[in-house]
C-alpha cells in the first residue's frame, strides 16, 4: 500500500481559519464561508434560507464552527489527547 503525503494547498485555494488561524483548503468538504443576506421569518420563529446570499472571502473550518455554536471552542480537553 502506498504511503499518502498531504498535497501543498494551491495558493488560490489557501485560506486561513477565522477561528484558529490555521490554514484550510476552501475547496474541502466541510468548510465554511461567511455569508450574509435576507431570512424570512418563521411564524414560530426562525427563519428560511437565505435569499440573496452575499459571500465574503472569510472561511473556517467545519470542526471550528461547531465547536464555536456549541460554546466549546478554545476549551482543552481535561487529561489530553
Known amino acids: 500500500m502506498p504511503i499518502l503525503f498531504p498535497q501543498p494547498i494551491p495558493e488560490r485555494f489557501r485560506a486561513s481559519c477565522e477561528f484558529c488561524h490555521d490554514p484550510l483548503d476552501v475547496r474541502d468538504r466541510g468548510v465554511y464561508q461567511r455569508t450574509s443576506g435576507w431570512v424570512m421569518n418563521r411564524e414560530g420563529g426562525g427563519g428560511h434560507g437565505v435569499s440573496l446570499p452575499e459571500r465574503e472571502p472569510r472561511w473556517a473550518h467545519g470542526l471550528c464552527v461547531e465547536r464555536k455554536s456549541k460554546g466549546t471552542f478554545g ?5 489530553g489527547e
Do not use: A, D, E, Y
Open 75 to 79: 476549551q482543552s480537553p481535561l487529561f
